[in-house]
Structures are given as C-alpha cells and as structure tokens.
C-alpha cells in the first residue's frame, strides 16, 4: 500500500490527467464550430457545399486517428515544420488539438445531423411560409431545434472525443495520462495492474456522469412534441 | 442528393442566380485551400516526383505496405471475430433473467466501455511482455486483440441488447407460448431476429475496429502505418507515405460502410420490428453510422 501511494509522490497523475482534459476541451469547442458549420454546409441547397461537407466526412471519419494525429507530428510539424507557438511542447499540444478537432468535427457534423432529423417537417415548411429563407430558417427554426435532439449523440461524441485525446500519444504529446501509464509501468512493473486501475478510474469517473448527464439534459431538453 | 429537399423552396429564378453564385464562391475557395495546400507541399518539397516514384517500385509494396496490410487485416480480422462472440456472450448476459448475472453482465460492459483502448491496449503489452507468459515478439498482437476484444465487445453487447428489446414482445410471448423457457426463446427467437437487426451497426463497428488497429502503431505492433513511417523515414519521404496509408484506410472503410447502408437497406425488410413511423426526414439519410 505505501509502495502504491509513493507513486504519487514521484508521478503527478492528476496533471496528466488535466492534459487530457485541456486537449479535450479546446478540441470539443473547435470541432463543434467545425462540424457546425459542416452540417449546414450538408443541409444547404449549394450542391457545391453539400458535396465538401460530404467529402470531408467520408474522408475523416474513415481514417483512423492515429493516423492524423501521427501526421501532425511526423508531417506537419517534422516535415513542413509548421509550429504553432514558439515552445516546442505548447506547438505538439496545439497541433493535437487541431488533430482531435478535424476528426471529431466529422462526427459532430453527423451528429447534428441527425439532430436536424429530428425535427418534423412541419417546422421547416412552416419557416417558409413565412418567408424566411435558408439562413435565417436554419439559425432561429431548425438548428436551436435540431441542437436540442442531438444532445444524446453529441454527448456520445464528447465521450468518444475524452478517450481518445489519449491518442495524442501518437502526436508526441508526451505530458498526457497514457504516456505517463507507460513510464510508470516500465519504472515500476511490480504494480502494473494497480497503475493501470488508478488510470481506467480515471476515466471511468471524467467519463460516466458526461453519460448520465447528457442522457438526463436530452430529455429535459427534448423539444416536448 | 435526389430525395426532396424540404428545407427550402424549389428554388425560383432569384434563388437559383444566388445558388449558381455561391456554388462558384464555393468551389473557388475549395480550389484556392487545396491550391494553398499543395503550394505549401511544394514549397517544401513534397510534391516532387522522387517523393512519389517509390510507390511505383514493387518492392515497396512487397516489403512495406502489403505485408503491413496483412499484419493490419490480421489483427483487425481476429478481433472482429472475437469480439463478436465477447459481445454475444455479454449481451445476452444482459439480458439474462437472473439479476446477479444480469449485474456483472451490466458493470462489466459500462465500465469496458469507458476505458479509453489505448490504456488497455499499452497495459496488455507491457503486462504480457514482462510476465514472460507469452513470446516477446507476440505480446503486441495480442494486446491489440484483447483491447480490441473488450472494447468493441462491449459495444456489440450493447448493440445486441438494444436489438433484442427494439423486437416486438409478442415474439418472446409467442416463444413462451409454445413452451420455451425465457432462455431458449432469447437463445432461438429473439437473439437471431436481433443479429440481423444490428447487421449494419455490427458491420460500421468493424469500421472502428479497423481504424483502431491503428493504435497498435504505438505499442510497436508492425501494422501499416508503422511499416509506412519505416517507408517514410527510409525513403524521406513521410507526408506521402502517411498520405498513402490514410488512403488505403479510407478505401476500405468506405467500403465497409456502403456495405452497412446497402445491409440496412436490404434487411429492413427481413425482421419483424417497429417501422420507423414516417413524418419523412428533413435530410435524406446518408450512410447513418
């Protein structure tokens, strides 16, 4: 027992913890934006529109993150030496970010999507009859709407976004909490079960009450019909 | 785009002026981001013609990317295999009519599936690796698996149980009224209908499973995007290397998922289940995931 609380004397887990909270929440915000903007993109009469909205979902959500992340780090940052802040640790983590958002923008968008499915036909003809057209129907008739019945997916996707922003890993973003699993594992291969139930805990307990309250906001939230 | 578009008007002379112009606006600036992006290419070299004569070689193919391919398909395939049968054996657990099976069935699939697979996948092989219980050389390909297995099995448990309970109950009644006990009609009726039910949400899971062999690439398992960086750092030429391993992804998965639609499409007719009561969608679906 002493030996398992000294690791948290030589180990700070809560601060890669936060790692991967911070990589979550800056590319949560960046990816809605995105993906946003790429539903409507979908939903426009512009077919030009519809078909890049189309394109960049097909192609994110079909390649695997590591992919992109790995890309981040070996391509952009390597290669094209792209570096978005003058340190060297503040330009992977901002590169991760931009990683994490454009491949959850895609599923934000499918998301929202099928947010903009669940609102009745009724709403939108209605819109029309009284002279809005696209733009303003979308923004004060469907979108406020469609948000509210695609709380349920996008939660699922908030979910998807925290476990995955372990994959930074790949994009040598070294501070977050699987590449200290691995260091401490490999320092300390007496407690490598305990090490890795501290970590699943920690995730368990970031992850399950985003579950249960985007499962009770979706209902409170449901536009009641 | 063929269904009705019902969030506009069948667009007059006015409208459709001001579609043609910002479809032009669109693919202007369309052109002008993948114009500055393969200027920026080129600008460091990447587009020129020795980045992209090794792909025309066979030998990269035979030592790099086919044999990555295989060991990518390899783990992709045997998890695909056993997490179908992790996520029949715990769906139907869930299902189960005793509450204590009913309860480790539950915990276990809720918690499985909050565990990021990468700390279980890093956990297996350093686990494995230093317990000696298996071959050095194999403890990456089977942490893959086993985190493949436990996560995706209980995504397909899940999917299972939603399956059973989205049948009608005159299914289970009708089973029980012939004499079967609650566990044969699960076993017999309800179980089947509800695997075929779930088909193309099983077949867009594979499409998980297949991007999530990926991470493998972290824990050293030679899979394609490992063996394409080795091309990559080998020839000098990373960014198309990556660029053709995104590819060879992306055509598979893509597949897979048209695979999934024409499947929904194709059985929606097969199962006795609640049709979907049509006020019809304001967008016409497209390969729902």
């Not at chain 1, 057209?133 to 979910?159: D, E, K, M, T, Y």
Request: net charge positive; charged share 10%.
């Amino acid at each position: 027992m002493e030996n398992y609380l000294s690791l948290f004397e030589t180990y700070d887990v809560p601060a890669a913890f936060w790692v991967n909270i911070q990589l979550s929440f800056w590319a949560a915000i960046f990816a809605l934006v995105i993906g946003t903007v790429l539903a409507l993109f979908r939903i426009s009469p512009i077919p030009s529109l519809q078909w890049f909205g189309a394109a960049y979902v097909n192609i994110f959500r079909n390649t695997p993150l590591t992919i992109i992340l790995a890309f981040g780090f070996l391509g952009l940052f390597s290669v094209m030496q792209i570096s978005l802040a003058s340190d060297l640790n503040a330009s992977l983590f901002r590169i991760a970010i931009l990683g994490l958002a454009l491949y959850h923008a895609a599923f934000v968008c499918e998301a929202i999507r099928s947010g903009v499915n669940t609102v009745p036909l009724g709403q939108a003809e209605a819109a029309r009859a009284i002279g809005l057209s696209f733009l303003p129907a979308a923004r004060l008739i469907i979108l406020p709407q469609a948000f509210r019945g695609a709380i349920a997916p996008l939660g699922n996707v908030l979910i998807a976004l925290i476990k995955n922003s372990t994959v930074a890993a790949a994009g040598s973003v070294a501070t977050e909490s699987s590449g200290l699993m691995k260091t401490m594992i490999e320092f300390r291969s007496d407690l490598v079960v305990p090490i890795f139930l501290t970590f699943a805990l920690g995730f368990v307990i970031l992850v399950i009450p985003i579950g249960l309250l985007t499962t009770w906001a979706s209902r409170r939230l449901a536009v009641a019909r | 785009m063929s269904a009705q578009q019902v969030l506009f008007d069948a667009p007059g002379p006015r409208a459709r002026r001001i579609i043609l112009l910002g479809n032009i606006v669109g693919v202007l600036i369309a052109v002008a981001v993948l114009a500055w992006i393969l200027s920026a290419l080129a600008g460091k070299g990447q587009l020129a013609a020795s980045m992209w004569t090794p792909f025309l070689e066979s030998r990269t193919w035979e030592f790099f990317i086919l044999p990555g391919l295989v060991n990518t398909l390899k783990a992709a395939g045997i998890s695909i295999v056993t997490a179908v049968l992790f996520g029949l054996i715990f769906g139907v657990g869930r299902l189960s009519h005793s509450a204590p099976i009913r309860a480790v069935a539950g915990s276990v699939v809720e918690v499985l599936r909050a565990v990021p697979v990468l700390l279980m996948m890093i956990f297996f092989w350093l686990a494995l690796g230093s317990s000696g219980a298996v071959k050095p050389q194999d403890a990456p390909l089977i942490a893959v698996v086993v985190a493949l297995t436990l996560y995706n099995g209980s995504v397909i448990a899940e999917l299972v149980r939603s399956g059973v309970h989205g049948l009608p109950r005159g299914q289970r009644e009708a089973g029980m009224a012939i004499g079967l006990t609650r566990n044969q009609s699960l076993r017999n009726i309800e179980v089947p209908q509800a695997l075929i039910a779930m088909l193309p949400a099983l077949v867009s899971q594979f499409v998980v499973i297949l991007k999530d062999s990926a991470l493998g690439f972290i824990i050293t398992y030679p899979e394609l995007l490992q063996f394409t960086r080795r091309l990559g750092v080998g020839e000098g030429n990373v960014i198309p290397s990556l660029l053709v391993a995104a590819a060879i992804f992306i055509l598979i998965n893509f597949a897979l998922s048209t695979l999934a639609t024409r499947l929904s499409v194709l059985l929606s007719f097969r199962t006795k289940g609640r049709k979907p009561v049509a006020p019809g969608p304001l967008v016409p679906e497209a390969a729902a995931t």
